[in-house]
């Protein structure tokens, strides 16, 4: 499956959260209110200027940098099903890594994806499930 996946963080601003990844258009800085109804998290949001379902949260920082790659509802899932796992090797019941930190330098370097880029919320939707299947069979299995 690796060879079938392409590199998604050679895009920058792809990952980085100015371009959509669906359609290829501009993207804009919009208030919470505006993907929720009402403040719920306190951030603002990066937005698809064509499809408002597409759309990444923002780090609560004065320049708002996302947090990573605009997601559609199937792109969510994945994060969160790949999140799951990955946390879980630094924060579950059988930790494998010390920290977060050492988790993620261990997993950039076992896909060969720089560690600058190596971000549940810069994946797509591809590399989401093929960590989140690697992760689970290299590390749960024997659990």
Request: aromatic letters at 14%; proline letters at 3%; charged letters at 30%.
């Amino acid at each position: 499956m690796e060879d079938k996946l392409n590199p998604y963080w050679l895009d920058e601003s792809i990952v980085r959260g100015l371009k959509c990844p669906y359609c290829h258009c501009k993207t804009e800085l919009v208030e919470e209110e505006e993907i929720y109804g009402s403040a719920i998290y306190g951030r603002k949001y990066r937005r698809c200027l064509e499809e408002s379902s597409h759309y990444v949260g923002c780090y609560r920082s004065p320049n708002h940098l996302s947090l990573g790659r605009l997601a559609d509802d199937e792109l969510r899932q994945c994060r969160m099903n790949a999140h799951e796992v990955l946390d879980a090797l630094w924060n579950g019941r059988h930790p494998v890594f010390d920290s977060r930190q050492k988790t993620y330098d261990e997993l950039s370097f076992l896909f060969g994806v720089p560690k600058e880029f190596f971000h549940i919320g810069m994946m797509d939707a591809a590399w989401c499930k093929y960590v989140t299947k690697t992760i689970q069979e290299r590390y749960f299995n024997s659990i």
